[in-house]
Each structure stands twice: as C-alpha cells, then as structure tokens.
C-alpha cells in the first residue's frame, strides 16, 4: 500500500451522501492525501447514485485513480454500481473493523460507506484504517482472482 500522500483517490456519492462526501474531502485534503478528485455529485439536490458511482469506478478499474470513496444513503446502491466494474472490489463498511477485513481479506480498492448511517468521525476512522491496512494475499489472492471468473 502506497503511504497516504502518494495515493490517487475519487470519491463520489448521490446526495444522501453529498455532506459526508464533502466533509470526506476536506479531511482527505488536511491529511495532506496525494491527490483527491471529487466525481460529485456537487449539491444536495436528489441524483442517481449510478451517475457518480460509475465514473468513480471507472476511474479505479483503468487506473487513473489507485482507490476509491464511495458514499449513499445506505451505502448499498453505489456500492452495487461500483462492483459492476472489472477489477473494483468496493466494500461496504459501517465500523473500522470491516474497513480493515476489506483491505486483509479482499485487497478492497473501494471504501463505500452508509452516509445516514454513521457519523463523520466514524467515516474519519474507516479511511484511516481503510489507507492504512495491507492486503494479506497468500489464501485470499485466490479467491479474488475467482471473482472475476464466471
Ligand atoms: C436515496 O434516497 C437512497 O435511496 C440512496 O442514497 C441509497 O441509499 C441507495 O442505495
């Protein structure tokens, strides 16, 4: 896992997930993360999470972005889109401890999260753990490479 600074990372949400994706933002911003590119949606007003989840995805499947942030009301349809692409493996996460499987287990590339469901600080806490955490390989790698075989 490349430290924080050197990281590309979209980010993106409907607008049940536009503030936490703004607070996300800034505090990726103040982590000093090494670049964040914010695929929207820009405002409050209702919109399709597939429209910004799509874009976000595409970006972390062609490798102009390393991982993603993805956030919705439940977390549960941007994640859906996300996992339409090749090679994203989004996971949706409501506590660090799953932040962390995701990366150990799964080599996760998308952190989605429940926007009406966990506070900011808690949001906070998964990236920290999610940026942090190396994938373990060895039993896993086998079983991730199945997900892309059917
Ligand atoms: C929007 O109301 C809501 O349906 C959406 O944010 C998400 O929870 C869908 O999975």
Same mark, same amino acid.
């Not at 090749?86 to 590339?109: D, G, M």
């Given at each position: 896992?490349? *430290?924080?600074?050197? %990281?590309?990372?979209?980010?993106?949400?409907?607008?049940?997930?536009?503030?936490?994706?703004?607070?996300?933002? !800034?505090? %990726?911003?103040?982590?000093?993360?090494? +670049?964040?590119?914010?695929? $929207? #949606?820009?405002?409050? !007003?209702?919109?399709?999470? *597939?429209?910004? =989840?799509? *874009?976000?995805?595409? /970006?972390?499947?062609? $490798?102009?972005?390393?991982?993603?942030?993805?956030?919705? =009301?439940?977390?549960? =349809?941007? #994640?859906? #889109?996300? &996992?339409?692409?090749?090679?994203?493996?989004?996971?949706?996460?409501?506590?660090?401890?799953?932040?962390?499987?995701?990366? +150990?287990?799964?080599?996760? &590339?998308?952190?989605?999260?429940? /926007?009406?469901?966990?506070?900011? !600080?808690?949001?906070?806490?998964?990236?920290?753990?999610?940026?942090? #955490?190396?994938?373990? $390989?060895?039993?896993? +790698?086998? @079983?991730? !490479?199945?997900?892309? @075989?059917?």
């Amino acid at each position: 896992m490349k *430290p924080l600074s050197e %990281l590309k990372i979209a980010v993106c949400s409907d607008h049940a997930g536009y503030e936490l994706k703004c607070k996300i933002v !800034e505090y %990726l911003r103040s982590k000093q993360a090494g +670049q964040v590119t914010d695929f $929207g #949606t820009h405002s409050a !007003e209702s919109a399709d999470y *597939p429209d910004f =989840g799509h *874009p976000m995805a595409h /970006a972390v499947a062609t $490798g102009v972005c390393d991982m993603g942030i993805s956030c919705c =009301g439940t977390g549960n =349809g941007i #994640t859906m #889109t996300a &996992n339409r692409h090749a090679f994203v493996r989004a996971a949706l996460c409501w506590k660090p401890e799953l932040a962390a499987l995701a990366r +150990q287990h799964n080599n996760a &590339n998308v952190l989605s999260m429940p /926007a009406r469901f966990i506070t900011p !600080e808690e949001a906070f806490a998964m990236i920290d753990v999610f940026f942090s #955490t190396d994938y373990e $390989g060895g039993r896993h +790698q086998r @079983r991730i !490479e199945k997900i892309e @075989r059917f």
